[in-house]
C-alpha cells in the first residue's frame, strides 16, 4: 500500500514538473526526468552517471528518457520547450543548433555556477548566448576525418597521408589491390558531409575569415576557392571509382563494419565511431586508426574539430535547484571517470582536470596530437556560424553519387544556405 | 428568431439546432482555426517560440525552392503512375476474383492484406528486399543470370521503384471497390450478350468495363489524391533521394519542417492544399458529370 502511494505520489510530482502548476511540494522526494539522444554509447554514459547520482542522493529520483537524433530529435526539443514541457535536463547540440532554440527565452543561464569555472572557454563559446553561458559538454570533444583501416594500410606498406595528393595516390593503391578504398554509406544522408565539413580547418587556413564573412553573406562557397574545395574532393573519389558497390544503400552500421573489419581502407566520419566500433565489434577495436581530413599542403595539416553535445536546463523545470545540482555533478572530474569506465575514451575531454584513461584505442591517441599542438585543430564551421543549409546532405549524396558535379554543387549550398540565413532572419541577407 | 426564414428552415430540418453544437464546435477547434492560424503562419517567420510578420515572402521562397518544379513533376508522375496502375490491375484482379476459381475467399483476403499493413513497414521491407548488392530481388534476379538495377539508390529509377510498392501495397483497396461494383452488376446482362453471341472480351469492353463505371471514378479520386500527397512511403524507402530526384511536394515541405523553417513550411502547405484542390476539384466534376449523361 505504501509503495503503491509513493509511486503514485512521485507521478503526481512528475505531472506537476510537466505542467508547472507547483513548486517543491514535497521537497525531501525529488523526481526530475532527463532527456538524452539515443545513441546508445550516450544512453550507457547517461544511464551510469544517473545511477551514481542517484546512489549518492537516495531521495532524489532521476527518469531517462531517450529521443531520436538528426531532425526527428530538433522537432521534439523543439516542441517540447515551446509548449513549456521539456524535461528538466536535456541534451542538444551546441553551435548553430543551440541558437536556434531560442536560449536566452527557454533555458536557464549557467554562467555564474561554481561549475563553470572547470570547463573550456572552446566549450563555453558554442553554448553561449546574448552574453550567458548555458550548456555543459556532454562527452568529450570529436575530430572530423578518415578513419583508416590499420592492417590494410600494413598489408600495402602505406604512409599516413599528409597531403590530399597523398591521400588519392593511397586510394589508388588500395583499388589495385581489389579493395575497396573509400566507404561511403548514403543510406545514411548525414554521413555523405564529412568530405565537405572535415574540411574546413583547411577552409580557414587558406582564408582566416571565412566563417565571418560566409555568416554575413559576403563569402559564397562557389567563389571561394577554398570552400569549394571540400564538394571537389567528393567528386575526385566518386570520379577515381573508389567507393564501396553498395555507396548508395549502405547506412552507417554497415560502413562501422566495413572499416572494422577491413572491407574497405578509409571511412570519413567523426571520432565518435569508435564508440560504435567498441559495441559492436570489439575485437576489431586496434583495427582501426585516424587522421585529419589532408588539405593540399603537408605543411597546413590539422584537425577540424566538433564541440560535442551540451546539457542544459530549461526555464519551465519546477526543480531548479535540483537540476543545477545534477549538472554540476555531470560536469564533475567524477563524471568523466563514470563515462571512462562506462564506454571508455572518445576523445580529450572539455573540462579541467578530466582526462582520457591511459589505454586508449589507436582512433583515440591519432587525434590526440593535433590537440597538443597550438594551430593544429580548429572547430568545423557549424560552431563559427549560425548559417548552416540544411540541404548539404542531398547535394553531397549528389557530387558522391555522380549525379550533380562539384561546382554546380558549391552553387546549389550557397542557394540553400541563403534560405537558412533569411529563415533565420539574419541582417545582410535578400 | 420569429423571422419566417428560420422557421422554415426549422420545420425542413429534423433536428432542433443546439443538436450540431458538438459537431459545430469539434469542426470549429480542429479543423476551422487549424486552417485559419497556418494561413496566418503562412506569412511569417515562425520558429515555434515567436513569430514575425514578414508578408508574402515565404511563398516567394517556397517558389524559389531549387527543385520545387522536379517535386512537382515527380509528384503528378507518382499520382498517374500509380492511380492508373491500381485502376487496370485492381479491375483486372476483380474480375478473376469474381470469376469462379479455387480458393476465392483465400485469395481475395491476400490481395487486400497490405492494405492492412502499416506503410512505413512495407517501406523498410521493400527498401530491404531492393538493397542493391544483398536485396532478396537482385539476389534472386542473380540467380537467373540477370544484373538486377539499384532499384533505389538509382536516381532515374527510385521514384518508379517506389511507385511500384505504392500500387502493390494500394491494389487491394481498389479491387475491393472494384468487386463490390462488379458483384452489382445484373447478371441478365452477361446472359443476354451471351445468347446474342458475344465474347468474353465483348462482354468485358461493353458490359464490365462502362457499368463498372462509378468503381473507376472512385478508384481514381482516391489513389490520384493519395498519389498527390504522398509521403510516408517515400519518406521511408528514399527520404526523397538519391539527392533530391524522388522528392515530391510533400517531401520538400516536411524537410523545410525538419529543417525548423515553420513559416515557409505552412507556405508550403497552404501552396499543396491548393494544388490539390486545383487538380481533383474539375477531375471529380468530370468524372460525375460523364457519370451522369449514361
Redesign the interface.
Known amino acids: 500500500m505504501t509503495a503503491k502511494f509513493t509511486r503514485t505520489a512521485r507521478v503526481a510530482v512528475g505531472i506537476m514538473a510537466f505542467t508547472a502548476l507547483s513548486g517543491s511540494a514535497l521537497a525531501e522526494d525529488v523526481f526530475m526526468t532527463m532527456l538524452v539522444s539515443n545513441n546508445p554509447s550516450n544512453v550507457a554514459t547517461a544511464e551510469a552517471a544517473v545511477a551514481a547520482y542517484m546512489k549518492a542522493n537516495p531521495n532524489v529520483t532521476i527518469e531517462i528518457e531517450t529521443r531520436p537524433g538528426g531532425g526527428e530529435g530538433d522537432n521534439i526539443v523543439k516542441t517540447r520547450l515551446a509548449t513549456g514541457v521539456m524535461n528538466d535536463v536535456f541534451q542538444y547540440n551546441g553551435g548553430s543548433l543551440f541558437q536556434a532554440i531560442n536560449p536566452q527565452q527557454n533555458l536557464l543561464p549557467l554562467t555564474d555556477e561554481p561549475f563553470m569555472a572547470d570547463i573550456q572557454e572552446s566549450f563555453k563559446s558554442v553554448v553561449t548566448a546574448g552574453g550567458e553561458v548555458f550548456g555543459i559538454p556532454n562527452g568529450p570533444a570529436m575530430g572530423g576525418g578518415i578513419l583508416y583501416n590499420i592492417p590494410i594500410y600494413e598489408e600495402l606498406g602505406l604512409e599516413v597521408p599528409k597531403s590530399w595528393d597523398e591521400f588519392m595516390a593511397n586510394n589508388e593503391k588500395i583499388k589495385a589491390a581489389g579493395k575497396d578504398a573509400v566507404i561511403q554509406t548514403y543510406g545514411d544522408t548525414w554521413t555523405s558531409q564529412l568530405f565537405v565539413l572535415g574540411d574546413y580547418f583547411n577552409v580557414s587556413a587558406a582564408e582566416p575569415d571565412f566563417a565571418e564573412r560566409y555568416t554575413a553573406g559576403e563569402a559564397k562557397f562557389a567563389d571561394s576557392p577554398a570552400a569549394a574545395k571540400g564538394f571537389e574532393r567528393l567528386q575526385e573519389v566518386f570520379e577515381g571509382d573508389y567507393m564501396n558497390e553498395d555507396f548508395g544503400a549502405a547506412k552507417f552500421p554497415e560502413g562501422v563494419r566495413k572499416i572494422a573489419q577491413g572491407e574497405g581502407a578509409h571511412y570519413p566520419m567523426l571520432t565518435f565511431a569508435i564508440g560504435a566500433i567498441k559495441d559492436t565489434y570489439p575485437e576489431h577495436v586496434d583495427d582501426v586508426g585516424f587522421f585529419a581530413q589532408p588539405g593540399d599542403s603537408t605543411d597546413s595539416n590539422g584537425l577540424t574539430v566538433w564541440m560535442p553535445d551540451a546539457t542544459y536546463i530549461p526555464k519551465s523545470t519546477s526543480n531548479p535547484e535540483e537540476a543545477k545540482k545534477f549538472v554540476a555533478f555531470l560536469a564533475s572530474v567524477e563524471a568523466c571517470k563514470i563515462r571512462n569506465e562506462a564506454v571508455g575514451a572518445t576523445g580529450p575531454y572539455l573540462v579541467k582536470g578530466c582526462f582520457p584513461p591511459s589505454d586508449v584505442p589507436p582512433v583515440v591517441s591519432d587525434m590526440l596530437p593535433y590537440f597538443e599542438e597550438e594551430g593544429r585543430n580548429g572547430p568545423a564551421l557549424e560552431f563559427l556560424s549560425p548559417v548552416k543549409g540544411p540541404a548539404l546532405e542531398q547535394i553531397t549524396v549528389e557530387v558522391g553519387s555522380g549525379i550533380r558535379n562539384a561546382a554546380d554543387a558549391a552553387a546549389l549550398y550557397d542557394q540553400d544556405v541563403r534560405k537558412q540565413a533569411m529563415q533565420l532572419g539574419l541582417p545582410g541577407w535578400k | 428568431m420569429a423571422n419566417p426564414t428560420s422557421r422554415a428552415y426549422a420545420r425542413r430540418s429534423t433536428y432542433p439546432g443546439w443538436f450540431f453544437l458538438p459537431a459545430a464546435i469539434i469542426y470549429g477547434v480542429l479543423f476551422l482555426v487549424p486552417t485559419f492560424a497556418s494561413l496566418y503562419f503562412s506569412l511569417t517567420?515562425w520558429?515555434?517560440?515567436?513569430s514575425?510578420f514578414i508578408g508574402l515572402?515565404n511563398f516567394y521562397?517556397f517558389f524559389e525552392e531549387?527543385f520545387l518544379v522536379q517535386g512537382l513533376v515527380n509528384t503528378v508522375i507518382f499520382a498517374m503512375i500509380t492511380s492508373g496502375l491500381k485502376v487496370v490491375l485492381g479491375l483486372l484482379l476483380a474480375v478473376l476474383l469474381t470469376s469462379r476459381i479455387a480458393l476465392r475467399g483465400y485469395l481475395r483476403s491476400v490481395v487486400f492484406f497490405p492494405v492492412l499493413v502499416s506503410t512505413v513497414g512495407v517501406g523498410i521491407t521493400f527498401?530491404v528486399l531492393m538493397?542493391?548488392?544483398?536485396g532478396a530481388i537482385n539476389v534472386a534476379l542473380e540467380l537467373v543470370g540477370i544484373d538486377g538495377p539499384?532499384w533505389?539508390?538509382?536516381?532515374s529509377l527510385a521514384l518508379y521503384s517506389v511507385a511500384l510498392v505504392d500500387v502493390w501495397k494500394g491494389v487491394g483497396l481498389a479491387t475491393v471497390i472494384y468487386i463490390a461494383g462488379l458483384v452489382a452488376i445484373p447478371k441478365d446482362y452477361y446472359e443476354a450478350a451471351r445468347i446474342d453471341g458475344s465474347t468474353p472480351t465483348q462482354s468485358f469492353f461493353y458490359i464490365t468495363l462502362p457499368l463498372s463505371r462509378p468503381a473507376t471514378v472512385t478508384v481514381i479520386t482516391l489513389s490520384f489524391i493519395g498519389g498527390l500527397k504522398t509521403f510516408d512511403l517515400i519518406w521511408a524507402m528514399t527520404?526523397?533521394?538519391?539527392?533530391?530526384?524522388s522528392d515530391t511536394i510533400a517531401s520538400i515541405i516536411y524537410?523545410?519542417?525538419?529543417?525548423?523553417?515553420y513559416?515557409?513550411s505552412t507556405a508550403g502547405n497552404v501552396v499543396l492544399f491548393v494544388l490539390i484542390a486545383l487538380l481533383v476539384v474539375p477531375l471529380t466534376m468530370y468524372l460525375n458529370r460523364r457519370e451522369g449523361h449514361e
Open positions: 517567420r520558429s515555434l517560440f515567436s514575425e515572402t521562397q531549387p527498401t538493397h542493391p548488392t544483398q539499384h533505389l539508390t538509382n536516381p527520404r526523397g533521394g538519391p539527392g533530391f530526384s524537410k523545410q519542417y525538419q529543417a525548423g523553417f513559416g515557409l
